[in-house]
């Protein structure tokens, strides 16, 4: 609990009186480090949980949909065999594999919801080929690239080949790496439960993710970006002559910290901003008030008017 109030007093400090900072330059580098690295904690958290909800959306979504319709897209009868390096199935060819129509406006209506204005041509090129396909999968042996249009399918299957519509082209992917073996409506709906699994933990392993780019971000980039100001700050405090204050050598160590402190309240507004979605346009004004307050402090030494 102690260092909780420390914590929030030197907070409230680093952004409420110059004064303090008298008393700051008499600590060392590692009393603001250990400021540094609990903020920079707690501002990374906010971005994590921001993301939480969207992050359970999309993966409720997916596994709703998995659970609705994937099980059932397999046909109880059908068995592929891959023999030889060649595909064959146990039914009249070709073989069609519908698409379920609610599957498709759902997956339609997530394009739509999830594209900015920025990429609507894209957008529109994508409805307009999922309202073409009818199919998921049609099976022949004989087929060809031409008979994804005529079948209308987004995977044509033939003896040697997988044949996958993507993004306006044609993918080919043959047949030659896959074990000779059989594949069954069971073997279909074990691989659906162990997806099924998988997208039950993925909110979190994508949560932690989040986490660890973003403690990167604050932690190791900004702490860069604070060494970067402070060399500046110490420039510039040279050319002010605030080289001693209060019998305490000005070095490089110094206005490092000074330059961690004034940090506080430019992470504070961007933390706000994120709150609120209301994102600052102004290019590098995170320095740009970095420096200017950190300035305020150096220019408070220099003329001894601490308040």
């Not at 949980?49 to 992050?55: D, L, Q």
């Not at 087929?143 to 003896?159: C, H, M």
């Not at 073997?187 to 949560?207: C, E, Q």
């Not at 860069?224 to 405090?237: K, M, N, R």
Request: glycine letters at 4%; proline letters at 5%.
């Amino acid at each position: 609990m102690s260092k909780v109030k420390a914590f929030t007093y030197i907070f409230i400090k680093s952004i409420s009186s110059i004064k303090w900072y008298m008393d700051l330059i008499k600590t060392s580098t590692a009393f603001s480090l250990k400021y540094f690295f609990p903020l920079t904690f707690f501002a990374a958290l906010i971005p994590v949980i921001m993301s939480v909800p969207p992050v359970l959306k999309a993966t409720s979504w997916v596994s709703e949909e998995v659970n609705r319709h994937i099980t059932s897209i397999y046909p109880q009868d059908l068995v592929i065999t891959v023999k030889d390096d060649k595909l064959s199935i146990n039914q009249p060819q070709p073989y069609f594999i519908q698409i379920p129509g609610s599957l498709k406006e759902r997956i339609i209506q997530s394009v739509e919801d999830n594209t900015d204005s920025s990429g609507a041509e894209e957008r529109q090129d994508i409805v307009n080929e999922l309202n073409e396909v009818e199919n998921l999968v049609v099976f022949d042996s004989q087929g060809t690239l031409d008979d994804l249009q005529r079948y209308k399918t987004f995977i044509l299957v033939n003896e040697v080949n997988i044949l996958l519509r993507s993004s306006n082209k044609t993918e080919v992917f043959p047949l030659r790496d896959i074990p000779d073996g059989e594949f069954a409506k069971p073997d279909a709906d074990r691989i659906v439960l162990a997806f099924s699994n998988f997208i039950k933990a993925l909110p979190y392993l994508i949560i932690i993710f989040i986490l660890l780019a973003f403690l990167f971000y604050y932690m190791v980039f900004r702490l860069f970006y604070l060494a970067f100001v402070g060399l500046v700050l110490f420039g510039i405090g040279k050319i002010m002559r605030v080289n001693t204050v209060s019998g305490v050598k000005m070095d490089y160590g110094k206005y490092f910290q000074i330059a961690i402190h004034t940090f506080t309240l430019p992470l504070l507004v961007e933390m706000i901003s994120m709150l609120f979605g209301m994102p600052i346009l102004i290019p590098f004004w995170v320095f740009v008030l970095n420096m200017l307050l950190g300035i305020v402090v150096l220019n408070a030494f220099s003329n001894n008017k601490l308040t």
